[in-house]
């Protein structure tokens, strides 16, 4: 099926008299007529539900559509984006070892790798995702575990060369894991370009109504864990946690990473995402390819007013003729990117700040990736924890504002940019 059926109908099919919505299965618990049968399902030899944390129909029905949209061969919800990152390289990498990651990433993401995940033991070597297949290559280590980028990066926009990511992790014997969220599957999948695993913050385009924090992992089934051996082991030797069980032997190449990231992590660090949530994600996967096109038409239109105003110093928007990642992006995602645009004022951040308050349609929010529109000043929020070299290697200048156009009418959100440019300039 297209992306657009696969988004209204993907993950469920009802039966005969059976409920057309998908259901909202608000269970912790599930009943089993004897204690065999459900030990069956603690030593992994059954399939079936017994405790939320780990598995519920409802969220499985989700992560179904989610997997399909992608193209992958399994998939997990998760609690939020966040949570979905950690999972996705804590499966496969531990105390001692190494990851090499794009540096144009989101700040939160940046700040787990770099702090929170450096204390667990696990290093990254951050590299430009302008880097030469040279100076990318001579970032591995005998130890690295895996890959990491973002499609389009929150906020600096980037646009990842995926090919050449996914060729240098595989000459390295790893996968390539990428985020996105700021893409979605409608306009990029990347298990087509060479990645490995995809990650979603839900939370942004595929919830799109700021309704219902959540995160994704999707498998694509396709890189051989059992040709390195000694690099996954938790892959690729028995888990006595499990009576021994080798996932790669009992699940498959196609479902072994997410079973993993399911009976391990999900047991022992608990990131669920709850069935209602859950529900109201699958809502906003509905409409989601309707809505990415007018996201991707508004920032577009945006975009081109922004650079012909003299009062904007610089537009960064990958769909835009003549950005920096434009034929990058024509590549990747030739119908439409994103309807995030990043952009600064002359008067630099003190300007911004004037002309975000001034605005009426477009709201100063931490969120992105909304039905409605908003803005932010990442440097004096999102990405306040780093220093100035961190945020020049991030891509996110400290005069950069955030404009994540929704699905209102492309002239309204023109002229209310208009008119907060107005007032900035006059109370300069």
Request: glycine content about 8%; charged content about 20%.
């Amino acid at each position: 099926m297209n992306h657009d059926t696969i988004c209204v109908q993907g993950g469920y099919k009802p039966g005969n008299g059976e409920p057309r919505q998908i259901p909202i299965v608000q269970s912790t618990t599930f009943q089993y007529a004897t204690g065999a049968d459900m030990a069956k399902l603690f030593d992994l030899e059954a399939s079936g539900y017994f405790y939320s944390r780990l598995q519920n129909p409802t969220c499985d029905t989700v992560a179904a559509k989610i997997c399909a949209l992608e193209g992958g061969s399994a998939a997990m919800l998760t609690s939020s984006g966040q949570a979905a990152s950690f999972y996705a390289v804590f499966n496969i990498a531990s105390c001692g070892d190494h990851i090499v990651s794009s540096s144009s990433i989101y700040g939160g993401t940046y700040n787990l790798f770099a702090v929170t995940m450096k204390r667990m033991g696990i290093d990254f070597t951050f590299v430009a995702p302008d880097c030469t297949k040279e100076e990318l290559d001579a970032a591995f280590r005998p130890n690295t575990k895996a890959v990491f980028g973002e499609t389009i990066a929150n906020p600096a926009l980037t646009v990842l060369d995926i090919e050449k990511f996914a060729d240098a992790a595989h000459a390295h014997g790893v996968p390539l894991i990428v985020d996105n969220t700021f893409a979605t599957p409608v306009n990029c999948r990347p298990f087509e370009w060479g990645a490995d695993i995809v990650t979603h913050s839900t939370t942004k385009y595929m919830d799109g109504h700021g309704a219902a924090i959540g995160g994704c992992i999707v498998d694509s089934g396709r890189f051989d864990w059992t040709k390195y051996p000694e690099k996954f082991p938790g892959l690729c030797t028995p888990d006595e946690s499990y009576h021994g069980v080798t996932y790669t032997e009992r699940f498959g190449l196609g479902g072994a990473y997410i079973t993993k990231a399911t009976v391990q992590l999900m047991r022992d660090f608990g990131s669920v995402q709850s069935p209602q949530s859950a529900f109201l994600l699958n809502l906003g996967l509905e409409s989601l390819h309707v809505r990415m096109q007018r996201h991707c038409e508004n920032a577009l239109a945006v975009a081109k007013a922004l650079r012909g105003d003299d009062r904007v110093s610089y537009v960064i928007y990958p769909g835009l003729p003549g950005d920096r990642y434009y034929e990058t992006a024509q590549k990747y995602m030739p119908n439409g990117t994103t309807g995030v645009v990043s952009f600064a004022l002359k008067g630099g951040r003190a300007a911004a700040e004037t002309f975000m308050k001034n605005l009426k349609i477009a709201a100063i929010e931490t969120h992105v990736a909304d039905a409605r529109t908003c803005c932010l000043h990442p440097a004096g929020t999102t990405h306040r924890q780093m220093s100035e070299e961190e945020l020049a290697a991030a891509g996110v200048p400290s005069d950069l504002v955030r404009f994540s156009c929704g699905i209102e009418n492309a002239e309204d959100l023109i002229a209310d940019i208009k008119q907060a440019l107005d007032k900035a300039e006059s109370e300069a």
